[in-house]
């Protein structure tokens, strides 16, 4: 089984609501990941978790707030975000952070915020 | 930091052709993966392939680490086939670098 799955897949949000995006594997991996999309532009890292402790963040605003409560799970808690936050936000893992190996991907939360 | 070309930005085909996607980067790499993302966003894994060549079905994949690039072979192609391809390269600390896409359309 190589499936991440990621919920919601849409969310529609206003800029003071708080709402959270889930991602769950169960390959067994300890690196997890957070990317985001916009529109006809590739995925860029926003931050990585090993071991469910947060290893990167790429210097991404304190408004998304990522968590790990266990090896399976990830979280992207989103709270007063911008209309120009709107994007698709994709989940991966991959067996292990710093060993090269193949990153996994969900089919990610298509996120509007008005 | 690693730079990621991917030619050509578009393509249109009609079904049944065959079609040569290309990625070239910057500096040696760790890794590399193709992807498909179909039009719901989903990113498929195609080939991890930091070297030699490796076939599935219609499609193949060749990379020559020596010289920096490396290749995708569609054959065949179908409508399902539509969507953006990525190559993504990875130097060190599992950090993957995408190119830009190539955004293929299949007519039939």
């Known amino acids: 089984d190589t499936e991440v799955t990621q919920t919601p897949k849409h969310l529609v949000m206003g800029m003071t609501n708080k709402k959270s995006l889930k991602c769950e594997q169960h390959?067994?991996?300890?690196?997890m990941y957070w990317y985001k999309q916009k529109a006809k532009k590739p995925p860029e890292l926003m931050f990585v978790y090993s071991y469910e402790k947060l290893s990167i963040n790429e210097s991404v605003p304190s408004r998304f707030s990522p968590e790990c409560p266990n090896s399976s799970l990830l979280n992207l808690h989103l709270h007063a975000l911008q209309p120009e936050d709107s994007a698709l936000y994709l989940c991966?893992?991959?067996?292990?952070?710093?060993?090269?190996?193949?990153?996994?991907f969900g089919p990610g939360t298509r996120l509007t915020v008005l | 930091g690693i730079q990621v070309e991917q030619s050509p930005p578009d393509l249109i085909l009609q079904e049944g052709a065959n079609s040569t996607l290309r990625c070239n980067f910057s500096d040696s790499v760790n890794n590399l993966q193709w992807f498909h993302q179909n039009p719901w966003g989903q990113l498929i894994n195609l080939f991890y392939i930091p070297s030699g060549t490796k076939q599935n079905g219609r499609l193949s994949a060749t990379t020559v680490a020596t010289e920096r690039y490396s290749l995708l072979y569609i054959s065949s192609s179908q409508t399902t086939d539509s969507g953006v391809y990525f190559c993504?390269?990875?130097?060190?600390?599992?950090?993957?670098?995408f190119g830009e896409g190539t955004q293929l359309t299949v007519n039939p």
């Open positions: 991966a893992s991959s067996q292990e952070w710093l060993v090269t190996d193949t990153q996994y």
């Open positions: 993504a390269v990875e130097t060190s600390g599992s950090r993957l670098t």
């Open positions: 390959m067994g991996h300890r690196a």
